[in-house]
């Protein structure tokens, strides 16, 4: 088993983590003791997440399932701040990538479980 630091999946959410942080340095209090702060527990449920589904054979499927969830409200939250004029386009394309990233590898660990699943019941 690959310890959870090690994975790029929680590399990535981990650096979303970072830029999360650094972009709310700025904010007004009426956007950071609220939407922001709902982000940013987001994502540290997120990263919860994967290390538990990293360390739990028997619920890992259900926790990458509630990562990918997760993923899409932080998507919701970050389209919300763009038009709320709250972050720069700049700071807006970066997250999307980074959450887009996060994705596709949530996706594909999922999907590599599932395939291992039924071949072991083949």
């Known amino acids: ?4 630091n090690n994975l790029p999946v929680y590399k990535t959410s981990y650096d979303l983590l970072l830029i999360i942080f650094d972009i709310t340095k700025t904010f007004e209090k009426q956007y950071k003791y609220t939407l922001w702060d709902k982000i ?11 290390y538990r589904a990293n360390n739990s054979f028997e619920n890992r499927l259900q926790n990458i399932k509630k990562s990918r969830e997760q993923i899409e409200v932080l998507r919701l939250y970050i389209r919300l701040c763009k038009d709320l ?6 700071n807006f394309v970066d997250l999307s990538e980074k959450i887009e990233s996060l994705s596709k590898q949530l996706f594909a660990w999922e999907n590599s479980i599932k395939v291992k699943k039924e071949t072991k019941f083949l």
């Open 1 to 4: 088993m690959v310890t959870y």
């Open 85 to 90: 004029k709250l972050i720069k386009l700049e």
């Open 40 to 50: 940013k527990n987001e994502i540290i449920d997120l990263i919860t997440s994967i």
